[in-house]
């Protein structure tokens, strides 16, 4: 089992910066890919990034491209997302997700039934 929290949400004026947080315990944490997703009001949830189990590895949405930034410290048991240059289209709920199906492997899932766990979300809201 594998528990994730979100944090680090909240209301930034465009052009703004937040950095979120998503703690994780449970199974080995550092074993497989964790990703952000984020979901608007009447829109499905899409994918924003993801990062290998070393963290060497990383992929984005062309949305964020740029001005995101995903990483973890897997002493620490914790995947971030640096999301600079905010825009208000990039208000939603953003969820971490935990992918320990792919254990030890390298490929980065992108899709939302390639992710075993899910954390409650965070709200981001970003105002013009």
């Known amino acids: 089992q594998v528990h994730l929290v979100e944090s680090g949400g909240g209301l930034v004026q465009a052009g703004g910066s937040l950095r979120l947080s998503c703690a994780a315990s449970?199974?080995?944490?550092?074993?497989?890919?964790m990703g952000w997703f984020r979901q608007a009001p009447g829109k499905e949830r899409e994918f924003v990034a993801a990062?290998?189990?070393?963290?060497?590895?990383?992929y984005y949405a062309d949305s964020v491209k740029a001005r995101f930034t995903i990483s973890r410290d897997n002493a620490k048991n914790t995947v971030y997302l640096q999301m600079n240059s905010l825009k208000p289209e990039d208000t939603a709920v953003y969820y971490c997700?935990?992918?320990?199906?792919?254990?030890?492997?390298?490929?980065?899932?992108?899709?939302?039934?390639?992710?075993?766990?899910w954390g409650q979300g965070t709200q981001v809201t970003v105002s013009s």
């Open positions: 997700a935990g992918a320990t199906i792919y254990y030890s492997g390298t490929y980065l899932p992108t899709m939302t039934t390639e992710y075993d766990y």
């Open positions: 990062v290998s189990w070393s963290g060497g590895k990383t």
């Open positions: 449970g199974r080995t944490f550092s074993s497989y890919p």
